[in-house]
């Protein structure tokens, strides 16, 4: 039977037995649907599952999660949302993935809010499950999914909270610090010229070659205007370059509010938000946090071939 759009369901379970068991049989059942079975879990629970399923789980396609979990959160939900994306363009399926006990909660609470709003309408079944010992983000699990699948089978979920509400209460934190910028300048919109000429010199010398240097370029220049035009008028660019790469950070004095932060294309409706979709198209990594002084977007571009 298709599906008419995404069913987004919470797993929370307290061992490995539990979460076998729970989803076991939704995951047969999609098997002898024909449709295409994809399963983000740990080694043991995989074994598990394949002595459960049987026949059927030699139709299971399983992944390891831990591929998908190096690196910043913010790129991780970058990889996880178009690999489901990918899924969803061949048709009915079904996705488990499995959270880490050491999952943190502002992570877990924007990737349900990005799959929610990324993949709304694909004839998909994504079953996010998540140890009941990670407290914090079990309980942004249960308030971000419309269902919540347990023992009983699919339950409506009566906890479920608006995201705007839960990404406020789960903001992404700071990534590492790093060593102090080789060169920092203060922007307004009259400055935007300079920041992209300063950009490209510290992109060349961080060893990119000239495509990639007009798309670090591009990439700063969209987020340098976002601070301008969205924020007080004003912003500050701090830039590094050596061996590891071209590195900037661009930072305005507002808050960006609860936000999908640039992980889900912008609706054409949409005022704001197309300048971090599209800087995320262009960087090997883009992280954006906030704090007490405002928005900082870091931003990473690796040079070809590195």
């Excluded at 490995?16 to 295409?36: C, H, N, S, Y």
């Excluded at 831990?66 to 690999?83: T, W």
């Excluded at 979920?157 to 610090?177: E, F, K």
Aim: hydrophobic share 45%; net charge negative; charged share 20%.
């Amino acid at each position: 039977m298709t599906r008419a759009g995404l069913q987004h369901a919470a797993v929370l379970y307290d061992t490995r037995d539990d979460l076998v068991a729970t989803i076991a049989r939704p995951l047969a059942t999609a098997v002898d649907a024909g449709e295409a079975v994809t399963v983000f879990v740990d080694g043991d629970v995989e074994q598990a599952l394949r002595a459960r399923l049987g026949t059927a789980g030699t139709a299971v396609h399983f992944e390891d999660p831990a591929a998908d979990m190096g690196g910043p959160a913010q790129d991780m939900i970058e990889r996880r949302r178009r690999k489901v994306e990918d899924l969803a363009a061949a048709g009915q399926a079904t996705v488990v993935g499995q959270y880490p006990v050491w999952a943190a909660a502002p992570d877990m609470a924007l990737w349900c809010s990005v799959a929610d709003a990324a993949l709304a309408g694909a004839p998909l079944t994504v079953l996010c499950a998540c140890p009941t010992s990670a407290t914090d983000s079990a309980e942004v699990a249960r308030a971000l999914h419309a269902s919540v699948l347990g023992p009983h089978g699919m339950q409506p979920n009566p906890d479920r909270r608006d995201r705007r509400d839960v990404l406020a209460a789960h903001p992404p934190g700071p990534p590492p610090p790093l060593d102090p910028p080789a060169a920092e300048l203060s922007f307004t919109g009259a400055d935007l010229r300079a920041v992209r000429r300063h950009v490209a010199e510290h992109a060349s010398a961080a060893g990119l070659g000239s495509a990639q240097v007009q798309d670090a370029v591009f990439a700063v220049n969209e987020l340098a205007t976002n601070s301008v035009e969205h924020g007080p008028g004003h912003g500050l660019l701090r830039l590094w370059s050596g061996g590891s790469g071209f590195v900037c950070e661009v930072v305005g004095p507002a808050p960006i509010g609860p936000s999908l932060l640039g992980l889900v294309p912008p609706t054409n409706d949409q005022p704001r938000g197309r300048g971090l979709w599209m800087a995320r198209r262009l960087c090997d990594h883009l992280h954006v946090w906030t704090d007490s002084y405002g928005t900082w977007a870091r931003l990473r571009i690796d040079p070809a071939g590195a």
